[in-house]
């Protein structure tokens, strides 16, 4: 049985799963109904971030465009255009024992696709959530069920693995931001 975070909470990963070394990261949602006149197109991301919260390079944003980092720790599995279905809309595959000894945690995002022309943002999406589980197995480990705690942002930074003494953790984030991805990429270091 997975544990279950709310907002602020960390866990450990690795400590508690000895061995534990491929996993996936599931992140998924609903869109509440309205009539906009535009579909939604939410995309998922991971940033590759140093002690000081940045990348050292535009390849550790990983997202639809940019499938893995050159180590290949961390790969998007690609994008998904509606969100339409049940489980995951999107997947990002980590192999905790390739990560470069100088990111100290990878920050896991979702951002509304062209949020401002659509007028769209995290107020009208539901059921958005992010979990963990092994590979190999599928075993789910960690899950987080985000609120419905947002209403003009149009970018949250959902979740966070991070080193803590030679172990791997998870924090359960949830922190909404204005400005898309484009807020989120100058937040990270990314000059866009």
């Known amino acids: 049985m997975p544990i279950s975070l709310q907002k602020g909470q960390?866990?450990?990963?690795?400590?508690?799963?000895?061995?534990?070394?491929?996993?996936?990261?599931?992140?998924?949602?609903?869109?509440?109904?309205?009539?906009?006149g535009s579909e939604f197109d939410l995309d998922t991301a991971a940033f590759?971030?140093?002690?000081s919260g940045k990348v050292k390079s535009d390849n550790d944003f990983i997202f639809y465009n940019n499938l893995s980092d050159s180590s290949g720790a961390v790969t998007h599995l690609g994008d998904n255009?509606?969100?339409a279905g049940d489980g995951d809309d999107e997947q990002i595959k980590i192999d905790l024992s390739k990560i470069p000894a100088d990111v100290s945690k990878i920050?896991?995002?979702?951002?509304i696709h062209e949020a401002?022309?659509?007028?769209?943002?995290f107020g009208?999406?539901?059921n958005a959530f992010i979990r963990i589980f092994k590979d190999d197995t599928k075993e789910?480990?960690?899950?987080?069920?985000?609120?419905?705690?947002?209403?003009?942002e149009t970018a949250v930074v959902v979740g966070e693995l991070y080193r803590n003494n030679g172990e791997w953790k998870f924090s359960a984030?949830?922190?909404?931001?204005?400005?898309?991805?484009?807020?989120?990429?100058?937040?990270?270091?990314?000059?866009?």
């Open 10 to 36: 960390k866990v450990d990963l690795t400590k508690t799963n000895p061995g534990l070394s491929k996993v996936v990261i599931g992140l998924g949602w609903d869109t509440n109904k309205y009539d906009g």
């Open 48 to 51: 590759l971030l140093n002690d």
């Open 81 to 83: 255009l509606t969100g």
């Open 107 to 111: 920050d896991f995002t979702v951002t």
């Open 116 to 121: 401002e022309q659509r007028r769209q943002n």
């Open 124 to 126: 009208q999406i539901s």
């Open 140 to 152: 789910e480990l960690i899950r987080y069920d985000l609120g419905e705690d947002f209403s003009i």
């Open 173 to 192: 984030v949830g922190s909404g931001f204005q400005g898309g991805l484009a807020a989120l990429c100058r937040n990270f270091g990314i000059n866009i």
